[in-house]
């Protein structure tokens, strides 16, 4: 039975593509005036849910009901005329067109047959005052940050009066306070009677905007529920299992190699301006937590380990030998793997395949005369993409089709296939999924558990907390102090990573039982 305010139902949908069923008898609706958050897994069925509401896709079997009425639709003109619009996590404007050509694109208001600029900058005006963001409606589109951007495709949408509003992971490149911006206007939309659907990985943001979440698991609507429901819960709806231990750290005796050194050893690492005397170890089979607030130098002295960026003092050794400054080639030959944070614009060639991707480090020793092993080559990536449960519809699938933590196992597979002993993992779960993360830590612990170091950067300190044996807190360039698993704890870690008199400026405001991960992010972590 349909609700009197209701906008948008489905009814039964199902899709198919070949030797894959992505949705199958999905049910979901979506009333005025409110937030519906769509939950699931990469891979669970809410990318081909939303494109078929917006036109892109077709449904083989079901229905598709706007305010009580069966529509279909069969393009992106069916949907707007529907009102329904949609904002995608990338952005559909053109770079070298201002605000208003980009908010009116295809529709410009005329006089005489010719554009009325003075008209559409004005309507223009009007829709960003609305959102709430200062920007002028003559600024070129390529001249605004991320959620500028956005707010320009919302006023977008609400030129093209829309009731029916999908935002997909709208606050997964947003600070903390332009995440807050955005929930605002968000409240004023659903005030104002439009219905949005909101998708989203970050669990805390439920009960703070939401008001219903339908849960897809495997192409299916498993459950609806209060947006209040505990965030454990909405974690057994997604992954089919309860989750007991979010972090589930296995930590054995650690596993020394060669006698008693250790796999990693930092020494006095120096780069002027950026770093100061940082110096550490890391053994096989311990996981070494590196946190700090932002512009710590954390991902700095990660890159300069790996050979990426130079350093002016200190050494850097592995098993006991030296390596060259500013040599990649020599860090990956002595064994050290880096998985960078951007995963798709550093660690992945996101338009060749998973058997390409998996042997990036090794193509040049499978090489011989000028010729290259790929029957060796294809093996091994099978075996490695197996040892790791890479999902995928083959070893020829290209990578820019998997999901986010598909991907890093791909990261990650690729320095297995090249036998590094020491992996150093940058923000290793950012943007992935609950089930997904879950199944990255439990990789780490086969790794550890076979005699692998690993040095973990994480701006989530729960992460940082429940997965480290031992955590060092940078703060200011420098190695604030050490605490072990037992030590550790948020306001611990927190108290180091202000030690020092310029971080403490930084974090003014910041309270120690505030989410460390509320802290803003940039390249300089």
């Known amino acids: 039975m349909s609700h009197p305010e209701e906008l948008l139902r489905i009814e039964g949908i199902r899709k198919t593509f070949p030797g894959v069923v992505a949705l199958d008898s999905v049910d979901f609706d979506l009333r005025r005036g409110e937030v519906h958050v769509l939950l699931g897994e990469n891979g669970a069925g809410k990318s081909t849910l939303i494109k078929m509401l917006s036109g892109a896709y077709r449904p083989d079997s079901g229905r598709i009901l706007a305010e009580g009425r069966e529509v279909r639709i069969h393009g992106a003109q069916d949907a707007e005329a529907l009102g329904i619009a949609t904002i995608y996590q990338e952005f559909n404007l053109v770079p070298d067109l201002t605000v208003a050509e980009n908010i009116f694109l295809g529709r410009q208001p005329r006089r005489f047959g010719l554009v009325d600029r003075g008209r559409m900058e004005a309507q223009a005006s009007e829709l960003l005052e609305r959102v709430g963001v200062r920007v002028s409606p003559r600024a070129r589109v390529r001249e605004l940050g991320i959620a500028r951007l ?7 949408a609400l030129s093209l009066d829309a009731r029916v509003l999908i935002m997909d ?19 004023r939309l659903r005030e104002d009677g439009v219905g949005i659907v909101f998708i989203t990985h970050h669990l805390e943001e439920i009960a703070a905007l939401g008001d219903r979440v339908t849960v897809l698991r495997d192409g299916r609507s498993v459950d609806q529920v209060p947006a209040s429901t505990p965030e454990d819960e909405l974690v057994r709806l997604m992954v089919g299992r309860s989750i007991e231990q979010q972090y589930p750290r296995e930590r054995g005796p650690v596993q020394e190699a060669d006698g008693e050194r250790p796999l990693l050893s930092v020494r006095g690492l120096t780069r002027n301006g950026v770093f100061h005397d940082v110096g550490f170890d890391v053994r096989a089979g311990e996981v070494v937590g590196l946190a700090g607030l932002v512009g710590a130098g954390r991902t700095e002295v990660a890159r300069a380990v790996f050979g990426a960026d130079p350093y002016d003092d200190g050494r850097v050794d592995v098993l006991g030998e030296r390596l060259p400054r500013h040599d990649v080639n020599a860090a990956m030959g002595a064994g050290i793997g880096l998985v960078p944070e951007d995963r798709k614009g550093q660690g992945l060639v996101l338009d060749a395949s998973v058997q390409e991707n998996l ?4 193509l040049r020793a499978a090489t011989r005369a000028g010729l290259v092993d790929l029957k060796g080559q294809r093996a091994a990536a099978v075996q490695v993409a197996g040892q790791l449960g890479v999902r995928m519809a083959g070893i020829d699938q290209h990578v820019r089709t998997l999901s986010g933590g598909n991907q890093q196992k791909v990261v990650i597979g690729k320095w297995l296939l090249a036998k590094s002993r020491v992996l150093i993992l940058d923000e290793p779960t950012r943007g992935i999924d609950v089930g997904a993360k879950v199944e990255i830590y439990q990789l780490i612990n086969e790794l550890t558990a076979s005699g692998h170091a690993v040095l973990m950067i994480s701006s989530d300190l729960p992460e940082v907390l429940g997965m480290s044996d031992r955590v060092l807190v940078m703060a200011q360039g420098r190695i604030a102090g050490e605490l072990s698993a037992e030590e550790a704890s948020q306001d611990a870690v927190m108290a180091l990573a202000v030690s020092a008199p310029q971080a403490a400026d930084a974090a003014a405001g910041l309270t120690l039982e505030k989410s460390y991960d509320d802290v803003e992010d940039s390249d300089g972590r």
């Open 169 to 187: 992971e709208p606050t997964a490149v947003l600070t903390s306070e332009e995440v807050e911006k955005l929930f605002a206007i968000v409240r």
């Open 359 to 362: 042997g990036l480090v090794t």
């Open 150 to 156: 956005q707010m320009v495709e919302i006023a977008k």
